[in-house]
């Protein structure tokens, strides 16, 4: 059974920094791309960010491309996000989520629980 726990949100004033932590563990996964969503309230999930835990090839969205950073420490089958000059719209439950598979399209099969990130003005 795949599990996926989150950390790392908090409260931070607009222009700070966050990183997240993602520790993954259930099976090897090698053959795996993590990513990071979110959704802000009243709104849809959208995609964030995503790693191929082999290679460690990235994809961003656009909006945040530039600010945040997705990382991986195979070592400890944990993925990071590093989000720095955050803003009041970064604000919203960030979600670990794992797939199969070598695309970053597709739907994602386990997902956490979500950590909470709030960006004062």
């Known amino acids: 059974q795949v599990q996926l726990v989150e950390s790392g949100g908090g409260l931070v004033q607009a222009g700070g920094s966050l990183r997240l932590s993602c520790a993954a563990s259930g099976r090897t996964f090698s053959r795996y791309v993590m990513g990071w969503f979110r959704q802000a309230p009243g709104k849809e999930r959208e995609f964030v960010a995503a790693i191929k835990w082999s290679g460690g090839t990235t994809s961003y969205a656009g909006s945040v491309k530039g600010r945040f950073t997705i990382s991986r420490d195979n070592a400890k089958n944990t993925v990071y996000l590093q989000m720095n000059s955050l803003k009041p719209e970064d604000t919203a439950v960030y979600y670990c989520?794992?797939?199969?598979?070598?695309?970053?399209?597709?739907?994602?099969?386990?997902w956490g629980q979500g950590t909470q990130v709030t960006v004062s003005s």
């Open positions: 989520a794992t797939k199969t598979g070598l695309t970053f399209t597709g739907p994602y099969d386990y």
